[in-house]
């Protein structure tokens, strides 16, 4: 009998196969904008973007944030990718009884600040408590609405101009042969940071987890133009973010090793770790595609955001055959970047 | 130090205390037209309806439901108790690694049926899994959105036609001396079947959970009209909804025992097991507040429908210096009926 293991939630292959199967081949179709089937970052239903994230990060507190601000990040982050602007989000916490009331407050404190931070606020919300041994601690499902961003329309107007774009969101089918790949910043913190902290291993005191709100950082994006879509590289990391563009967008992808943005810690780390840095999540990075005359110009913007300051362009999409991402190496080679299973570390939000 | 209980996640007042206390006070105030500060069944904003609710009903599977019928009723529900009409639910789902697949394929296949049976399609989701023991089987989280129901105007403007209404959505705080206060059916049954079926007392032979989305119900009721609140008796039952609008409002009520639509296996059950059938909670009931002109036709209108059938106006709000509910007794006495401090069954929802 077929039971349910770790890699069924871990993001990449398994899950989304998992997920295809048992999941939503049982649900009702629709006729949605940006439906369910798309398993993209969020769902468009009657021009309201709506998505929603369980959240089972342990510990609750780690290097860079805690359960609080990556469920807030992380829910901000999956509305702001469509090419839409959140409007509030909701809070359904599962708590195990006898958790520590101080806990309860630190993670909502936590919650509320970085819902200030970003302008979205909480709207509504629910609480369950389980007895004890039946939750670890506690869990936090977000969810999110937002509305198309007023920029959204400029910023399409601009890509409009130096080639055809299909969507009026930003999808993950929305990429074509020559656009240009960006990564907002340094790739691997989050999942690094969190294996560290909780086996002991000692790197945390180095590297923090990049949770954060990208809202802000996107709408400047989209101020200056020319971008087709955006994906937030969590569970699956990186080498999961390209594969779903190659893959729902029908292309191909040449990737230069030498210009994804990675820590010394970070490479390290994984080295040590046996893990690839590619493939682990990240809570505060966005990768974005863009006609390749607005690449420059979006840089610029990028960089003038604090967090967006390492941003770089890692590589073009290409015509292809088969949708696959073809890494050129940092000794001059070529290797096949395949999408992962899961992410490697489990538990990491 | 102060820990979690099971009585915070119960419905009732220790709930309410907890969460303003410990939740909403940490979040930023916000400007909604029905906002988190407002506890009422959905939030509102811009004009969308937002609700969120975490389910952890042990077991899973139950006389006459599921956690996925549950988990889909809901929160249908909670949208159109706020005279508004579901749009699409998201489905976030913990899994316990080691559960089996089949039970799995079971929720999902009941989630799909209980959408397609109510018109309201699952539109987004995530999946988490966490270790075994970190979860009893599967949680699952359901949001949604809606809009304004298209019968709201005409449901308000025969309202309008007796007196003042103050709110364009069915709040809480929207009940006034005179209104009629009705019952969509038979009370306690949801509570006291999962008690009895997970204790094993047999009563739950007799007694199924009244588990349904009574959006079509609702839709019915607003096509009538006159209505001028609703709230589906979930957690602390029919007791904690009168006392929240007494509260919310500013209002008395005065209650007709003898008209609580109660089963007698339920009114057996709850006397032997010891508890009130009026603080266990429904999940396929509504109450409605109507002026009363409109009562009689508003009765015929659910009794024409499947799930309104036993329907029944209970008794009627007053004017009173303090929120409280009064029971006039079976007997011709009267007695104040208290908000429960809690559901007294823990993971029935």
Same mark, same amino acid.
């Given at each position: ?49 709506? =998505? ?10 780690? !290097? ?10 992380? =829910?901000?982050?999956? @509305? ?5 602007? !959140? ?6 916490? +599962? ?85 240009? +790949? ?30 954060? !709100? ?9 101020? =200056? ?34 210009? +994804? ?26 990768? @974005?595609?863009?006609? !390749? ?57």
């Amino acid at each position: 009998m077929t039971k349910i293991t770790m890699n069924h939630g871990s993001g990449g292959e398994v899950m989304q196969d998992f997920i295809s199967k048992h999941v939503t081949a049982h649900f009702p179709k629709m006729n949605f904008s940006v439906p369910l089937d798309a398993l993209d970052d969020s769902a468009v239903v009657d021009d309201i973007v709506f =998505t929603s994230d369980g959240h089972t990060v342990k510990p609750l507190f780690f !290097p860079g944030g805690d359960i609080g601000s990556l469920s807030v990040a992380g =829910t901000v982050n999956d @509305i702001s990718v469509m090419g839409a602007t !959140p409007l509030a989000i909701s809070c359904a916490l +599962i708590i195990e009884a006898g958790l520590e009331m101080d806990i309860v407050d630190r993670v909502m404190r936590s919650v509320g600040e970085t819902c200030a931070s970003c302008g979205v606020p909480v709207a509504t919300g629910d609480t369950k408590v389980v007895d004890a041994g039946a939750a670890d601690q506690l869990y936090m499902v977000t969810s999110a609405v937002g509305k198309r961003s007023p920029y959204m329309d400029h910023n399409l107007e601009v890509a409009s101009q130096y080639r055809k774009v299909d969507s009026k969101w930003a999808t993950d089918n929305n990429v074509r042969p020559g656009d240009s +790949i960006i990564v907002s910043g340094y790739i691997g913190d989050h999942g690094v940071a969190l294996l560290s902290f909780r086996e002991g291993y000692g790197f945390e005191s180095e590297i923090k987890s990049d949770v954060a !709100p990208l809202n802000g950082l996107i709408a400047e994006g989209l101020k =200056t133009g020319g971008i087709v879509t955006m994906k937030d590289p969590t569970r699956g990391g990186l080498a999961n973010t390209l594969n779903e563009w190659c893959s729902k967008s029908g292309i191909g992808m040449e990737i230069r090793e030498n210009d +994804i943005p990675l820590r010394d810690g970070v490479v390290n780390a994984c080295e040590m770790l046996g893990i690839d840095p590619l493939s682990i999540g990240n809570e505060g990075k966005v990768v @974005i595609a863009c006609v !390749p005359e607005m690449e420059e110009e979006i840089l610029k913007t990028l960089h003038s955001h604090p967090l967006g300051k390492n941003a770089a362009c890692i590589g073009h999409a290409v015509a292809s055959d088969v949708p696959r991402v073809i890494m050129m190496t940092a000794v001059g080679g070529k290797r096949i970047l395949e999408p992962p299973t899961g992410d490697p570390v489990p538990r990491i939000c």
